[in-house]
């Protein structure tokens, strides 16, 4: 009789264990985590692109040292913010935000120097690159929008009764959104 009892405890708790949607909640993490790379991988790419824009600028721009030295050194700091995807908080995800912003700043700044010269602006290889960087800007927004469409499914789905009870006991927690920065609403200023 006590066998049947650990027998029949042993598959109620197997029935219950296979339904709590721990396989689930494993595979939405690693989404969630396979999202994030892309949208590293998009942000290398643009990273990738900027030094042959800076020799491409600087062949005809060779004055304007200190906004390439300024694109050079934000693009330094923008690849050294990094964030483990299983560990990403708020303050990690303002960083990164942080340091992309300051690339974005010096490639616009970048951009308004390539005004003044004629010559560069119809230089077929700028064209080249500044058509690949345009379209990798375009790629990083449409990888950030699926990095936080696969974050709010995962969050809905561990915080969702019963997981949201048992999926902090197996390490499951809400994961951060990436977010507009700050003034982000207001359109930029350019002025030639």
């Not at 595979?27 to 942000?43: F, G, H, I, P, R």
């Not at 992309?100 to 560069?120: I, T």
């Not at 064209?127 to 995962?154: C, H, M, P, S, W």
Request: charged share 25%; net charge positive.
């Amino acid at each position: 009789m006590k066998r049947y009892r650990v027998l029949l405890m042993a598959a109620v708790v197997a029935v219950l264990f296979s339904s709590c949607g721990y396989n689930t909640m494993v595979e939405k993490d690693e989404q969630v985590t396979a999202s994030w790379a892309q949208v590293e991988n998009v942000y290398q790419r643009r990273a990738d692109l900027i030094p042959n824009l800076v020799n491409t600028v600087k062949g005809y721009a060779a004055h304007e040292k200190e906004t390439l030295t300024g694109v050079i050194e934000a693009r330094s700091k923008a690849t050294s913010v990094t964030i483990d995807p299983t560990n990403m908080n708020p303050q990690m995800m303002q960083q990164f935000n942080q340091a992309q912003e300051g690339l974005s700043s010096a490639l616009s700044k970048l951009m308004v120097v390539v005004e003044k010269y004629p010559d560069l602006k119809a230089n077929q290889g700028f064209l080249d690159l500044q058509a690949q960087l345009e379209g990798t800007e375009n790629r990083i927004a449409v990888e950030r929008r699926k990095f936080n469409e696969t974050t709010q499914g995962y969050n809905s789905y561990i915080r969702k009764f019963p997981r949201v009870i048992y999926a902090g006991w197996f390490g499951f927690e809400k994961k951060t959104y990436f977010e507009a920065q700050q003034g982000a609403d207001k359109a930029p200023e350019v002025q030639f």
